[in-house]
């Protein structure tokens, strides 16, 4: 079986691989194929994936290559993490948003928006390709932001493209923890759009377990989700809400906490992972030691600003493992070998939410099988997080149509509707801020 990654030369690709190496079922991954339009990125990379293959006698052969149509010709699977304009891309957009006093991350609000009007169009060229070159191939779309990348390229390759992310995993882990629970043997209730969900419930052995844990201050504190947000809050909303929702409910010290801080985290990122690659590059060092103390980093400091700001403390131990790419190789499994797996996955909503669209990309708890994706009933949203949701929604809407159409009155029009963004006048300078400083949003006119 071929997989294709796109972004080969990306940083967390190594992560991928170490899954693969400890797969040796029938049906597994035999062949790697990495791509990336930079060469330099491609070998240090492929130099860790050596170095962690050694010993292992059945890993995957890899290739890399900088020719997107050879790299999709043939593929079983295509992971796509790519990230356009790459790390110096997510420094301006933090840049560019701080200084109008709006967040700049990357997913969400005014950064979450740049970055999108970047990737959207560089995202619908690959589903397009793949359409042609590899039309059985499925699509694990990893590319930020994952729920709007994965809805644009869903309009040219239908459900055989599937979003995933590690967060709603790492959530529902860390609540299953909590309560004392066996994590696989969990099922989290879980609903809503890209680092934009909430756990309304976690049933082990049919029994939901959640009101055990909203009931009782001391557990809530004791995992990073009841710190970030407080006991009293998640109380309120009765559930506990993915980290990424901290950016709306406290919306004004995250800010301050980014604007005050020595770095972004995407210049951190840049400056970090430069040092990586050139490390790597050096025949002299371990490619995959540097690897791994650059990684350790990198998870230790994951939303530190969030974190200092609701002094939430360190990141515990068992948070610093990553996870993405175990849910990677949980839906190809489920896939390749008609294994069937319940997994949160990024999907088109059919019917699964009344209040969005049929076509709308949510991210929901999903039966997978040979098929593909399947959303799996859920109960409606509360009114707080629906109204949040159709919101979030409409601005992705409003990327993708700036994304198809170049008009730059639409992007400021998504700008100007994000719950984040507090002024029309403050969209446009974003608008002009962007375009100035991205050559990738030139087609705005």
């Known amino acids: 079986m071929r997989l294709t990654i796109l972004g080969g030369g990306g940083f967390r690709v190594p992560l991928v691989h170490g899954a693969l190496l400890a797969d040796h079922a029938e049906g597994r991954v035999t062949e790697v194929v990495l791509h990336d339009l930079d060469g330099d990125r491609l070998r240090a990379v492929t130099r860790v994936l050596a170095e962690q293959a050694a010993g292992v006698p059945d890993a995957p052969t890899v290739t890399a290559t900088t020719d997107l149509d050879e790299a999709l010709?043939?593929?079983?699977?295509?992971?796509?993490?790519?990230?356009?304009?790459?790390?110096?891309?997510?420094?301006?957009?933090?840049?560019?948003?701080?200084?109008?006093?709006?967040?700049?991350?990357?997913?969400?609000?005014?950064?979450?928006?740049?970055?999108?009007?970047?990737?959207?169009?560089?995202?619908?060229?690959?589903?397009?390709?793949?359409?042609?070159?590899?039309?059985?191939?499925?699509?694990?779309?990893?590319?930020?932001?994952?729920?709007?990348?994965?809805?644009?390229?869903?309009?040219?390759?239908?459900?055989?493209?599937?979003?995933?992310?590690?967060?709603?995993?790492?959530?529902?882990?860390?609540?299953?923890?909590?309560?004392?629970?066996?994590?696989?043997?969990?099922?989290?209730?879980?609903?809503?759009?890209?680092?934009?969900?909430?756990?309304?419930?976690?049933?082990?052995?049919?029994?939901?377990?959640?009101?055990?844990?909203?009931?009782?201050?001391?557990?809530?504190?004791?995992?990073?989700?009841?710190?970030?947000?407080?006991?009293?809050?998640?109380?309120?909303?009765?559930?506990?809400?993915?980290?990424?929702?901290?950016?709306?409910?406290?919306?004004?010290?995250?800010?301050?906490?980014?604007?005050?801080?020595?770095?972004?985290?995407?210049?951190?990122?840049?400056?970090?992972q430069a040092r990586f690659y050139e490390e790597a590059t050096d025949p002299g060092v371990p490619a995959l030691a540097a690897w791994d103390r650059t990684r350790a980093e990198r998870e230790a400091t994951y939303m530190s600003e969030n974190r200092e700001a609701a002094g939430a403390g360190e990141r515990e131990e068992d948070d610093l493992s990553g996870g993405y790419e175990k849910v990677a190789l949980a839906l190809m499994r489920a896939i390749a070998r008609d294994e069937r797996a319940t997994l949160i996955l990024n999907v088109r909503n059919r019917s699964t939410l009344a209040a969005l669209d049929a076509d709308a990309v949510i991210e929901v708890p999903c039966l997978v099988d040979a098929n593909g994706a399947h959303p799996l009933t859920v109960d409606p949203l509360p009114g707080h997080a629906t109204g949040l949701v159709c919101a979030v929604k409409a601005v992705e809407r409003e990327v993708l149509a700036a994304a198809g159409s170049g008009s730059r009155a639409t992007a400021v029009k998504a700008f100007a509707l994000h719950p984040l963004v507090d002024s029309v006048d403050v969209a446009r300078r974003l608008v002009d801020g962007y375009t100035a400083v991205h050559p990738g949003l030139a087609y705005l006119r």
């Not at 043939?74 to 796509?80: I, K, Q, R």
């Not at 309304?200 to 052995?205: K, P, V, Y």
């Not at 009841?226 to 990424?244: K, T």
């Open 73 to 272: 010709r043939g593929a079983d699977f295509v992971f796509s993490a790519i990230r356009v304009g790459g790390l110096q891309g997510r420094a301006d957009d933090e840049r560019v948003a701080l200084a109008e006093g709006v967040l700049g991350q990357e997913t969400v609000g005014a950064g979450g928006i740049a970055y999108g009007l970047r990737t959207v169009p560089v995202a619908v060229d690959i589903a397009r390709r793949v359409a042609r070159l590899a039309p059985d191939a499925w699509v694990i779309n990893f590319t930020n932001p994952a729920g709007l990348v994965t809805e644009a390229m869903s309009r040219h390759l239908g459900d055989r493209v599937i979003g995933i992310c590690d967060s709603p995993v790492g959530l529902g882990r860390r609540i299953a923890r909590v309560l004392g629970a066996d994590p696989g043997e969990a099922y989290i209730d879980y609903v809503g759009l890209n680092h934009l969900g909430w756990v309304r419930g976690l049933r082990i052995a049919g029994r939901d377990e959640l009101p055990r844990l909203l009931a009782d201050p001391a557990l809530l504190g004791s995992f990073e989700e009841g710190r970030l947000f407080g006991a009293d809050w998640l109380r309120s909303l009765g559930a506990v809400p993915n980290e990424y929702l901290h950016y709306y409910y406290f919306n004004r010290e995250t800010v301050r906490a980014y604007q005050e801080a020595e770095q972004t985290r995407g210049a951190f990122l840049r400056d970090q």
